[in-house]
């Protein structure tokens, strides 16, 4: 899906991710950045697991901090308003470049991924790369 972020740093999510958000019953979300690359929008009760897999991840205590200070310092919580639109806090719009800008929406593992025109084009042609033989191991497992 295609959307804009507006000059008040507002992002208008398309109705089936409006759709989404109300099938969980849920009206807050949190949007930050984990990568410093891509946004994600998670439903509220999906981020607080991910902020408990922080906390309980003793494999590398370190990376899980480091990853979740990322997250705390470009995120915030948000809720959609009456048009469906979601505030992108102003320091991620401005260090992933999206301020008044189109950017390009997915819904992958519980969370709505937002990526900017530069990114979207680097994740489309990774994704195109040998899509053939990735469809065959993933059809060989199971795939419909």
Known sequence: YQARVDDKG???LPSAFQQYLSALGERKVFVTSLDVRTARIYPISVWKENEKFFEGFHEDPETAEDIAFIANDLGADSEP???GRVLVPQELRRVLGIE???VWLDCYKGRINVYSKEIYEE???RASQQ???KLRTLERKGLK
């Open 10 to 12: 507002r992002l208008k």
């Open 81 to 83: 308003d009456g048009q």
């Open 100 to 102: 008044n800008q189109p």
């Open 123 to 125: 994740r489309k042609s």
């Open 131 to 133: 899509v053939g033989e």
